[in-house]
């Protein structure tokens, strides 16, 4: 068996059977790798959903619960790698989409770097196509993209846990979760962190179009602050220098562009240099940003790169304050 597939679930038994046929359609034969999901003490039909579709699946699908003492993902994932057999271990969510050819491009790729430790996977965000959506998911590609760079650099930054795997051996060798299992959010980044600390050169990102996964896009502003809020609460916490750097250089950036604009205001002899700044940075986002959503297939979103620029500085100020005073609710649970 080549890949075990552990998946956290909380109250996922809407979604969870189109990530279960999804899996079923993998072209990566089914003797090839097993699904373990993790219950993290659903109130919903999670557990029957498992059961029942495990009894008609080709591949090996198990159903692990949480006991009284076990909360949380990074919980949820151990428990599932507790039974899991394979030596890489893939991470999807439980409200994914999935490829058919996603886990036959982790084979590939493990095949093109056989010292590989760690691979991150592109992550896409998915919704109706309103300007809202199309801003998330312009943001988002520019996450997705900024990771899958840095990695190319060996300076690897950030990864999302919807799409990732990991040696087994190299999980155990650097500790786990144990050092930050006493925080919600992190399982992807700071395990990426610090494999690439111990096996420098051995973390890759999948650029591969059949690896892409499919996530829905936060439905409402709220939403999507809260999880935003979530993801910047482990901010504070960082080790990497590269992360840290990366961090305060878009946030510098941003904030910057929003305060020629009002610097321009005080003082007009500045205003040939504020729209020279935007233009710069404008371009150089294009540029960036052009290829990036090619490979997503969302070339269309880059027409809103003049909007989300103006919102963003605002947004990420209010977003980084929030994580790093913590605090915010997450699945039905309030989280510090």
């Known amino acids: 068996m080549k890949f075990s597939v552990l998946i956290a679930a909380r109250n996922e038994a809407a979604a969870l059977p189109l990530l279960l046929q999804d899996l079923a359609a993998q072209t990566l034969p089914a003797a090839h790798f097993e699904v373990i999901i993790a219950d993290d003490h659903s109130t919903d039909a999670t557990a029957a959903v498992v059961s029942e579709a495990a009894l ?26 507790r039974v899991a057999q394979a030596r890489w271990l893939v991470c999807t969510d439980a409200d994914c989409r999935l490829g058919p050819g ?26 109706p196509a309103t300007f809202f959506q199309g801003l998330m998911g312009l943001e988002f590609a520019g996450l997705v993209g900024v990771g899958g760079a840095c990695l190319a650099r060996q300076q690897p930054t950030m990864c999302n846990g919807a799409n990732l795997a990991y040696r087994r051996g190299a999980f155990e060798a650097v500790g786990g979760f144990a ?14 962190h610090k494999i690439h600390r111990a096996f420098p050169g051995s973390a890759h990102f999948l650029a591969d179009a059949a690896a892409i996964v499919r996530t829905a896009a936060p439905t409402t502003l709220a939403a999507l602050l ?36 009002g610097a321009g205001l005080l003082w007009p002899e500045l205003w040939p240099w504020v729209p020279a700044a935007w233009g710069i940075k404008l371009g150089a986002d294009a540029w960036f940003l052009l290829p990036v959503l090619r ?13 989300l620029q103006v919102l963003y500085a605002p947004y990420a100020l209010a977003v980084g304050a929030a994580g790093w005073r913590g605090g915010y609710q997450w699945k039905g649970r309030a989280v510090r």
Do not use: C, M
């Open 226 to 261: 809260r999880q935003r809020v979530r993801w910047a609460s482990k901010w504070r916490h960082y080790q990497s220098a590269a992360s840290r750097r990366l961090a305060l250089l878009v946030l510098g950036a941003n904030v910057a562009l929003a305060a020629g604009l």
């Open 102 to 127: 996603w886990l036959a491009a982790y084979a590939a790729q493990v095949a093109r770097t056989p010292q590989a430790n760690f691979i991150s996977g592109p992550v896409l965000l998915t919704g």
């Open 295 to 307: 490979f997503l297939g969302r070339r269309k979103w880059l027409a809103g790169l003049v909007p």
């Open 56 to 81: 008609g699946t080709d591949y090996s699908l198990r159903l692990v619960t949480l006991s009284a003492a076990q909360t949380g993902k990074k919980a949820a994932l151990l428990e599932a790698l």
């Open 179 to 192: 050092d930050n299992a006493h925080l919600a959010s992190g399982d992807d980044e700071f395990l990426l």
